[in-house]
């Protein structure tokens, strides 16, 4: 059976929370990217670089705007308040799905080198649903951004939350995992965390992270450590159970304490009322951490439920 190629119609999406300073920059090599690829038949003409303005406060949405207006290639959301980067790309991805048949995802300030959509491209074409832009080095990023980021990755894979290393929100996504993405009501959704759990056929585009064109990070140290935060307690009941196991170690510890009071006790080397003091600290302590564990585990499956998560999504289907 002969193969038939069709043209695909990307969106690229964009998120912006005050990027006045970035914008026109980025822009422009936005648009010289989709025209090429358009001239080279990779994507369609009907192709766009949709920006999501994440409730800007500074002229971010007028400058969108006049781009809209100068040429119809650039198209634009506006968020009514400032909802986060994870809630601007989906709100993006949401859009693009109706409109396009793959979606690609970057931040505006060029630091995802927009080379790495070539290979994107090619990898959908092989067959990838799901796209994951890498970053094979950090050499541009200072320290306190290298170094929060790298721990990050390493306290999800201690919490057994299963994402993708070094890979941050540039991805591809083709529209049926959009769709699948879609299943996914829950209101603290983290894309990074989620995505790999979609299935789909998935693979990798490395690209060197650049420096910011212009404008400063909008992520503070502050709103790093509460999307990790948000990220643990949104994937992972591990807190939760390790507050049982150390309620577990503590109870056996306990035991051991009683024995060695008692031993103390009947050697006679305590004074009254000591042995009953130290051992019931510690039996106590041990019990109300225990109870606490199994409370928890309980908390953590009323919360898996109230999430409601698909149980399954469909990847073929032969009819
Ligand atoms: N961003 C957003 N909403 C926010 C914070 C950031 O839409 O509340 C956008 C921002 O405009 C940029 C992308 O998310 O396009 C990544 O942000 P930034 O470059 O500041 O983060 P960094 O690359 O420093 O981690
Ligand atoms: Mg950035």
Same mark, same amino acid.
């Given at each position: 059976m002969k193969k038939q190629i069709s043209i695909k119609t990307l969106y690229l999406v964009i998120p912006c929370y005050n990027e006045e300073d970035t914008i026109d920059v980025s822009a422009q090599v936005f648009k010289e990217k989709m025209h090429t690829l358009i001239l080279d038949k990779k994507i369609s003409k009907d192709s766009k670089v949709l920006?999501?303005?994440?409730?800007?406060?500074?002229? &971010?949405?007028?400058? #969108?705007?006049k781009l809209h207006d100068d040429d119809k290639m650039f198209i634009g959301l506006k968020l009514a308040h400032n909802a986060g980067q994870q809630n601007a790309l989906l709100a993006g991805l949401h859009f693009a799905k109706e409109h396009s048949d793959i979606a690609i995802?970057?931040?505006?300030?060029?630091?995802?080198? #927009?080379?790495? #959509?070539?290979?994107m491209l090619k990898q959908n074409m092989d067959g990838s649903d799901i796209v994951y832009g890498v970053r094979s080095s950090r050499k541009k990023d200072s320290f306190f951004k290298k170094f929060p980021a790298l721990s990050f990755y390493k306290l999800m894979h201690l919490m057994g939350i299963d994402i993708v290393y070094n890979h941050a929100e540039c991805r591809l996504m083709s529209r049926r995992?959009?769709?699948a993405l879609e299943e996914y009501t829950e209101v603290n959704l983290f894309l990074r965390g989620i995505v790999p759990q979609l299935g789909f056929k998935t693979s990798i585009a490395y690209y060197e992270r650049q420096k910011r064109v212009a404008g400063k990070t909008k992520y503070s140290l502050k709103k790093m450590i509460k999307l990790a935060i948000e990220c643990i307690t949104s994937f992972s009941i591990k807190p939760l159970t390790m507050i049982t196991f150390?309620?577990?170690?503590?109870?056996?510890?306990?035991?051991?304490?009683?024995?060695?009071?008692?031993?103390?006790?009947v050697t006679g080397n305590t004074i009254?009322?000591? &042995?009953?003091?130290?051992?019931?600290?510690?039996?106590? *302590? *041990? #019990?109300q951490l225990l109870s606490l564990g199994v409370i928890g585990e309980y908390i953590g499956k009323i919360y898996t439920e109230t999430k409601r998560r698909p149980r399954y999504i469909i990847e073929k289907e032969l009819n």
């Open positions: 920006f999501v303005d994440d409730g800007s406060k500074d002229k &971010t949405w007028n400058l #969108i705007e995802t970057m931040d505006v300030d060029l630091q995802d080198d #927009i080379s790495v #959509i070539d290979d995992t959009i769709e150390v309620g577990l170690m503590m109870f056996l510890v306990s035991l051991g304490m009683l024995a060695y009071c008692l031993f103390v006790k009254d009322g000591w &042995t009953f003091i130290v051992s019931s600290i510690w039996l106590v *302590g *041990g #019990i």
